[in-house]
């Protein structure tokens, strides 16, 4: 089946530099995609999430961009700090509610 | 307002034991779902619900059922329970489930060891 795949599976950054995490998706039929956030022991915590009719859509300290060319979607954070360590999964809906997830980045901040 | 309640937070048991995962959302969600999360790995669709009386399969079906009662409540049952069941559970309700993109609302899941 199709699925949603990331890059890199541990990312670590410097405290205050600017964080990307990267995400490929298989499924051109998606329309909406969704970024959480999950701390150790806890459920997955919404982020931002952006349609298909968008290319980016920013939050606080957060941006995505859609690149539906190259079927990619990213996560930038700014300013990364050290509440930012934590698992990110993107994931997408492409069958009226059914979330398709990626295997999840870690990332790490260092202080 | 307490969002999405899993019970219970930890559980142990035996091959071929039976039990029920409690989710209970107080938002008034229509939709709802149940996932299980491997270690070092995403969620997987296990059931979802996208309204009361309403169910329907995931990715991974095999071995559990549910039911949607009332719009509050979505319990998940292990028939059998199987090692390969060893996992953590979550629970999550959006708005709506009928081709309405919402970002769902996660419990903080239940963690399940089968001996």
């Known amino acids: 089946g199709e699925s949603v795949g990331l890059h890199l599976p541990t990312l670590s950054v410097q405290e205050g530099d600017n964080s990307i995490i990267n995400c490929a998706y298989s499924n051109s039929a998606s329309d909406y995609f969704i970024w959480y956030k999950q701390e150790s022991g806890k459920g997955p915590q919404f982020i931002i999430d952006?349609?298909?009719?968008?290319d980016k859509r920013q939050g606080q300290r957060v941006t995505v961009l859609l690149n539906k060319t190259v079927k990619h979607l990213s996560l930038q954070i700014a300013a990364t700090q050290p509440g930012d360590s934590a698992v990110y999964f993107c994931?997408?809906?492409?069958?009226?509610?059914?979330?398709?997830f990626g295997g999840g980045t870690r990332l790490m901040v260092k202080p | 307002n307490a969002g999405v309640t899993q019970t219970p937070k930890f559980q142990v048991l035996k091959t071929g034991q039976s039990m029920t995962l409690q989710c209970a959302q107080d938002?008034?969600?229509?939709?709802m779902s149940w996932y299980r999360q491997d270690p070092g790995m995403g969620l997987r669709l296990i059931h979802y619900s996208v309204g009361a009386g309403i169910t329907d399969q995931g990715e991974v079906p095999n071995g559990y059922n549910v039911s949607r009662s009332t719009t509050e409540d979505f319990p998940l049952r292990l028939l059998s329970a199987a090692p390969s069941q060893t996992s953590v559970y979550f629970c999550?309700?959006?708005?709506?489930?009928?081709?309405?993109?919402?970002?769902?609302?996660f419990g903080d899941g239940t963690r399940l060891s089968i001996l």
């Open positions: 994931a997408e809906n492409n069958a009226g509610n059914m979330l398709t």
């Open positions: 938002m008034n969600h229509e939709y």
């Open positions: 952006i349609r298909s009719n968008m």
């Open positions: 999550a309700s959006s708005y709506s489930g009928q081709g309405v993109n919402q970002p769902q609302h």
